[in-house]
């Protein structure tokens, strides 16, 4: 089998395979290369003696790749085992793969395709890999298992003593993304580069413009010439005059390649930089904040600045090889990023990947303060009506929408989806305002890079589109119908909502026939008091100029609505600390829509509906201010003695449902 679905080919098989293939006896010897990777060669030639793989051929691998739901659903699904973390490899690995590699080189720069990346959907993107000056193209490893579970991965080889140009590099790349864009043109094709192979992609972007390229680059090295390497230039021009002759052997072929690296560095930087206006592909710059061999925290917010569309992700902490970090994990920062798509637009639905127990617990882990602070009582409805502590009362099945109110700030939204994820595995989508996904300008909003642990957890930007994209395929979807409104309320304003005239929902919870939850939440006057509030602020010009500029760089929600939720002023009221309560939640009965669609479609039917929600939610939040008086836990103190008494990790108790 004539590595079937394996990227470029020559027709001379490569040195990489006729090495160490053949033992003294004559019979055919395995190299320890090929039990880890599928190679393919390009000698630069015409494209006559190049073979590419077909659509059908890039479905499979050189590994058998299984392709049923059953394999798609296992890749993508909630209950996503943790085996490549733990089985995850490390620096030393690189070093051992890179050394294997080396001991097997020769030949032109070629294409590889690890074979530890395993089983991909059919429908996975192709990721190229461009490693940074070492060229060996081994610099993933340690993400390998990760993303082979929802790319396509190629890796660019490029042996030491090779000495194929810069701009020779780029046009081989510049074939590879011609060839596989023309067999797939609806496909995005990814570029991670790394230092020098972050300028290569930068490069191939930059010469073709038309083609849907997602570039991630990490410490790009066009800040060469203010890197440390720059003075190493002309000292390597002298250094083999100052060196004892006995060492000029050994050192000759070591200073040669490093002087030819740092030349090709020089010559990359100048290229890139010089295109770097035509770059129109998406693109993720990541920035080590101890680069001690490149200057990439400026570099990153100076190429944020002159690329057209581009985003930064900041490693304060981390050196100049960020993907061989222990704990730097490319797949979660590419999802948080909102970066992964399989077609021409990204899908927040069909695109979305649910988080592993690894992303959840992180993403836990680090907003535990509130989980502790607040000790969040849960309570659900059965089926006969009972109430029930626990989210026991909650559909397994979906579509299932979850109606209720929005607390100060959004408090309640880390205690409720983090406990449905422990409690029920239940992925909530929260339909989010868009200024978590997207700024019109820069400015003083938060940057992007603060909600992506709400996109890890599958947030989605409210529109009609998305709402009906989550229903049909069965989701359980969480919708505030107050919106911003609601979580800006004003003072005096706690627990009202502000919900739309017209029944926004209710037909299209119908149409799929999805029950709709109705849930209270409250516990925000036991966190904090609002004492300056939006009409405090609009009365002092400053404040209001500052209103009025974070607005403007947000997307204008409800421009055709009246009365106070048509009011999506974005701002910060000014709120009063309080020694922290509990948080408090209530999920009603759920209400059946399956059967009524056509009954729903009568405009007098769809509103009642509308109101019996609105309503029950109300009811849900009076239920839980009554109840939580009879709760002896419900200030901190009483909770940390309980909790000193019988474990930090005990269940503290709370009244009878």
Known sequence: MAMAGAFFF?????????????????????SPILKRLAASTEQRPSPTTVRTKTARERSSSF?????????????????????????????????????DMIRSDGGPPRWFSPLE???????????????????????????????????????????????????????????????????????????????????????????????????????????????????????????????PLILLSVL????????????????????????????????????????????????????????????????????????????????????????????????YISDFIPPTPSEFKKTFESDRWIYVATAPVMLSTLEDGKIVKGLAGIPSEGPVLFVGYHMLLGLELTPLVSQFMIERNIVLRGIAHPMMF??????KLPELSQYDKIRIMGAVPVSGTNFFKLLSSKSHVLLYPGGMREALHRKGEEYKLFWPEQSEFVRMAARFGAKIVPFGAVGEDDIG??????????????????????????????????????NQDVHLPGILPKVPGRFYYYFGKPIETAG?????????????????????????????????ESD??????????????????????????
């Open 252 to 347: 000759s072929l070591m200073e040669e390649t490093l002087r030819w690296k740092l030349e090709m560095l020089k010559s990359a930087s100048a290229y890139a930089n010089s295109r770097l206006h035509a770059v129109k592909a998406q693109t993720l710059i990541l920035s080590s904040g101890r680069d001690q061999l490149l200057p990439s925290r400026e570099e990153g917010e100076r190429l944020r600045l002159a690329l057209s569309h581009c985003q930064i992700r900041r490693f304060n902490d981390s050196r100049h090889a960020l993907f061989l970090e222990d704990d730097f994990d490319l797949v979660t920062v590419i999802k948080g990023a909102g970066f992964y798509r399989c077609g021409k637009y990204l899908d």
């Open 438 to 443: 997207k700024k019109l300008k820069d400015g």
């Open 117 to 243: 990346c395993g089983s991909h959907a059919p429908d996975s993107p192709l990721l190229l890999y461009l490693s940074g000056m070492d060229g060996v193209g081994v610099g993933l490893v340690t993400q390998h298992q990760r993303l082979g579970q929802i790319f396509d991965i190629w890796c660019l080889h490029i042996p030491v003593k090779d000495r194929t140009s810069f701009t020779g590099l780029v046009k081989l790349v510049e074939r590879t993304v011609r060839s596989e864009n023309y067999l797939l043109p609806n496909r995005p094709i990814y570029l991670v580069g790394e230092s020098l192979g972050a300028c290569l992609a930068l490069a191939v972007a930059a010469r073709n413009p038309d083609i849907d390229l997602v570039l991630i680059l990490a410490n790009p090295a066009t800040s060469f010439s203010k890197s440390q390497f720059q003075p190493l230039i002309p000292l390597l021009e002298l250094m083999p005059h100052q060196v």
């Open 63 to 99: 590994v058998e790749k299984k392709s049923s739901s059953e394999e798609v659903e296992r890749i993508r699904g909630v209950n996503v085992e943790d085996e490549p973390e733990r089985n995850r490899k490390s620096f030393k690995d690189y070093f051992e793969e890179a050394k």
């Open 10 to 30: 020559s027709a001379d098989l490569s040195p990489l395979f006729r090495r160490d293939m053949m033992s003294a006896s004559g019979k055919t010897k395995r």
């Open 529 to 566: 008091q609002v004492v300056f509030d939006y009409d405090d602020l609009m009365k002092i010009p400053y404040f209001r100029n500052e209103i009025n500029e974070l607005t403007s760089e947000a997307v204008h929600l409800r421009t055709d609505a009246s009365g106070e939720v048509a």
């Open 632 to 657: 002896p836990y419900r200030n901190l103190l009483p909770r940390l003695i309980y909790q000193a008494t019988h474990g930090f990790t005990s269940e503290v108790p709370t009244f009878e449902p």
């Open 596 to 628: 009524r669609k056509q009954e729903l479609r009568d405009r007098k039917k769809c509103h009642e509906l509308y109101l019996e929600v609105k309503s029950e939610v109300e009811k849900c939040i009076s239920y839980l201010k009554e109840k939580r």
